[in-house]
């Protein structure tokens, strides 16, 4: 006897059950579809050609209105369901009720809607389904100016949609990368990249606080501040199972509709289906799983056995042209280890992650015709030891090859490309080197192979070693670390030239072997972006060694220093009481004056930092950072004010120079001091920057050290005033921050690259001297700032010092 079965939704899921339930037994149900939508079953994935005016509604349309006919299946069609009766066994749609013997939903997901201000303004459009595409066109012939708020793979759609329709787009993302959950952040950089490419502005960790408008959405307001004018305004943001039927009906629900393994609801009567159902607390957004219950549902619903189950899923993407791919799980762990491979010239990125001699997770940009074979590899969980070495280069050299690391690039052929700036191939690079190219050097007198952007060096070093086996001989230069084969001088360049301006384009553009760096050159190329791109850059915390992201030392005994800056050793009685009662207050054993002229309280707990910090700030101290790769102290005598000695007045020099240069960020620590006549009861001659006052004027002296190495400075020059003396400086600081590599002081730096270049750049060529100086003030607009009262003010910051539970004491009790 055919039962009657109402389905409520029209979507790709559905869609599917009911072609299933027509091939195994087209007259086992009168079939009745509910759809809130006036049209039945499209291809939703395809709804962003449709957008970008690749496809019509037309070219996606799966089920026409003849096939329903054709079909038997009754069509209620902009219809929407009002409620079902479970008693009854009646579904009440706006247009009346239809009984039912069996019931199933397919709701489907619905919009999340950021609820700021203004989110209900016209103006504001989700992207769900086909209206929301035609209001998006619509939208889109009047021109003007739209903001994506979402960086998933919708939002992403969207942009590249409306920027084909021409407007002026630009994506929000909360996150730090694209796509967050299919992406790791080297992926998530090449995407924006492409994205940016197309005309599309894209902004992370954009938090949107309100739309703006009167009577229709004409701009967004970022929490920063930042005001981005609209025209319309996407809402990307994510979606969650549409469950308000179900839940009226009071079936069991949690986040999706609960199903059991034959998509049964908590009612044997009613199933569900696709993206409204949860499973053992899964969701589904993917095509692939709702396909897999579509089946599963249909042999239910004939009474023949089959159970759902949930697969590892890889998700291959093009995303507006873009080919990604991500299977597994790439999340860093403990005992896992990455392969990666990177191609910067043609932005290819591959990444595979193993843990114990399996392929557990992948991500690939760029090139994912190997995605299908990686993908079996983690499904099948493949012991990949014997094929370690070259796993990253897909199956094409697998099969027994040789587990030699070279023997991908001696397979390469002749005409494979190696260096991408000069189009130099393999045969060029082979050929120069049996012409008697023996080095790095004559290879790049020849054939400019790595003698650009320098990131093919490490391949072309490769094929030196290939052809001349044990007669090559590897350069000395050493390089950052294990991630990569340059040197810090070469990453420094590379940033610049390259204009590098996040560490993501850093590990992708110079071929970094990690994802995201190590503990050894994370802090090296967090601090030279700064430094070079001080505007654009934002400065990364967890790249930072521990007593800089506490903004105070760590003691043997677990405690923290805390050194209060005092302007060229001046202090007020009132800063000294701030610091007696912040010692007497937080219990501080120790109190010393250190040889930089400033108070150290010695023995602070890490949970009282916040507190002692905001009780010296209402005193007017700020941070001595005592702790950074920055300047430290400007140490001075008394001058002129007191010592009768004095040519100059010392301490008012000191106090300026520290208040311009407190807060920087240098290469290593750096230490000045001023000196009010030759005396030099300052000790300026050994420090990394000293001025020693003289009757006509200042010596400026450079380089002095007096830690673990003795070493006196060498005179920089000598000016008149101290506006000059500052300009210097300012000149001096810069460049040192500019060129020096990472952890040198400025006495090592200066070794390498002699005083005579650095006078020629600061003393001899004025104009240079003032644009480091305008850089550095450049700088300082961004760095200068207190981070202590940031982290004492700061409620969520205060939280990270609270300490963790005593856990030995509740283990007593």
Request: charged fraction near 25%.
């Amino acid at each position: 006897m055919t039962q009657k079965l109402v389905i409520i939704g029209a979507g790709m899921a559905s869609g599917r059950v009911i072609e299933q339930l027509l091939d195994a037994d087209p007259s086992a149900y009168d079939i009745t579809l509910f759809n809130a939508e006036p049209r039945g079953n499209y291809n939703r994935i395809m709804l962003s050609p449709v957008l970008s005016g690749d496809k019509t509604y037309e070219d996606i349309v799966t089920h026409s209105d003849d096939w329903y006919e054709q079909n038997g299946v009754t069509c209620r069609f902009g219809e929407h369901v009002v409620k079902f009766d479970r008693e009854l066994k009646v579904v009440e749609g706006e247009n009346g009720h239809v009984p039912y013997d069996k019931l199933i939903i397919a709701t489907g997901s619905a919009p999340f809607i950021i609820p700021v201000p203004g989110h209900d303004l016209p103006g504001v459009i989700t992207y769900r389904d086909l209206d929301d595409t035609n209001a998006m066109i619509e939208a889109a012939a009047k021109g003007g100016k739209a903001v994506v708020i979402g960086g998933g793979l919708l939002g992403l759609e969207a942009a590249a949609g409306l920027s084909e329709r021409g407007m002026d787009v630009t994506v929000l993302h909360l996150m730090g990368h694209l796509m967050e959950r299919q992406l790791d952040e080297a992926a998530g950089y090449l995407l924006r990249e492409d994205l940016e490419a197309r005309g599309i502005t894209v902004k992370t960790q954009a938090s949107t606080k309100a739309i703006l408008g009167e009577g229709r959405a004409g701009a967004v307001l970022l929490e920063s501040g930042e005001t981005l004018g609209a025209d319309l305004v996407v809402m990307a943001v994510g979606i969650r199972p549409e469950t308000r039927l179900a839940n009226d009906a009071h079936l069991t629900v949690a986040r999706g509709i609960e199903v059991n393994a034959q998509m049964q609801t908590s009612d044997p009567d009613i199933y569900a289906v696709g993206e409204c159902v949860e499973f053992d607390g899964h969701l589904f957004g993917l095509v692939a799983p709702l396909y897999d219950q579509a089946k599963v549902l249909a042999d239910s619903l004939l009474d023949q056995p089959n159970a759902f189950a949930v697969k590892e899923l890889a998700t291959k993407l093009k995303v507006t042209g873009c080919d990604l791919f991500s299977a597994g799980d790439f999340a860093e762990g403990d005992g896992r280890e990455d392969i990666v491979f990177r191609d910067p010239a043609r932005g290819i990125y591959k990444r595979l992650v193993i843990e114990d001699d399996r392929l557990v997770g992948a991500v690939m940009y760029g090139d994912t015709a190997d995605g299908s074979w990686f993908f079996g590899l983690i499904q099948g969980g493949t012991d990949i030891s014997r094929m370690r070495e070259t796993l990253i280069f897909g199956p094409a050299f697998q099969g027994g090859a040789s587990a030699d690391p070279l023997s991908a690039v001696a397979a390469l052929p002749p005409e494979a490309e190696i260096c991408g700036c000069n189009g130099v191939c393999k045969g060029q690079i082979t050929s120069a080197i049996e012409g008697g190219a023996t080095d790095l050097g004559a290879i790049r007198a020849q054939t400019k192979a790595s003698a650009s952007c320098g990131t093919c060096t490490g391949l072309v070093e490769q094929l030196l070693s290939v052809t001349l086996g044990d007669d090559y001989a590897v350069p000395q230069a050493q390089p950052v670390c294990g991630c990569t084969s340059h040197t810090h001088e070469d990453v420094r360049r590379l940033i610049k030239s390259q204009e590098l301006k996040s560490q993501a384009a850093v590990w992708q553009e110079l071929g970094w072997t990690t994802p995201n760096g190590c503990h050894v050159c994370r802090p090296a190329v967090n601090y030279y972006l700064l430094a070079d791109w001080p505007l654009e850059y934002r400065d990364d915390p967890q790249s930072r060694f521990v007593n800089e992201r506490k903004h105070a030392n760590i003691q043997k005994d677990g405690t923290f220093s805390v050194v209060p800056r005092m302007w060229g050793g001046i202090t007020t009685p009132d800063e000294l009481r701030a610091i007696a009662d912040a010692a007497d207050k937080y219990d501080v054993p120790t109190v010393k004056v250190t040889g930089g002229q400033r108070i150290d309280l010695l023995g602070v707990k890490g949970e009282d930092l916040p507190g002692i910090w905001s009780d010296l700030n209402r005193a007017g101290l700020v941070s001595g950072h005592a702790y950074s790769k920055g300047l430290r102290t400007v140490k001075t005598c008394v001058g002129t004010d007191h010592c009768r000695f004095g040519t100059q007045d010392s301490t008012g020099l000191g106090i300026k120079l520290e208040q311009h240069l407190w807060g920087s960020w240098t290469p290593h620590k750096l230490k000045l001091a001023v000196s009010g006549c030759p005396r030099n009861c300052a000790e300026a001659t050994c420090k990394d920057i000293g001025v020693v006052c003289v009757d006509s004027g200042y010596e400026i002296h450079v380089g002095g050290a007096a830690g673990m190495e003795i070493k006196g400075t060498e005179l920089l020059c000598k000016v008149e005033s101290e506006d000059e003396a500052i300009e210097v400086i300012s000149a001096m600081t810069q460049i040192y921050r500019e060129n020096a590599k990472y952890l040198d002081r400025i006495y090592k730096w200066l070794a390498k690259v002699g005083l005579d270049w650095i006078k020629e750049q600061i003393v001899d060529d004025l104009e240079n001297r003032k644009a480091l100086a305008d850089r550095f003030t450049l700088s300082q607009s961004i760095y200068r700032k207190d981070p202590w009262a940031e982290h004492a003010q700061d409620s969520t910051t205060r939280v990270q010092y609270a300490p963790l539970a005593n856990l030995t004491l509740e283990a007593a009790e």
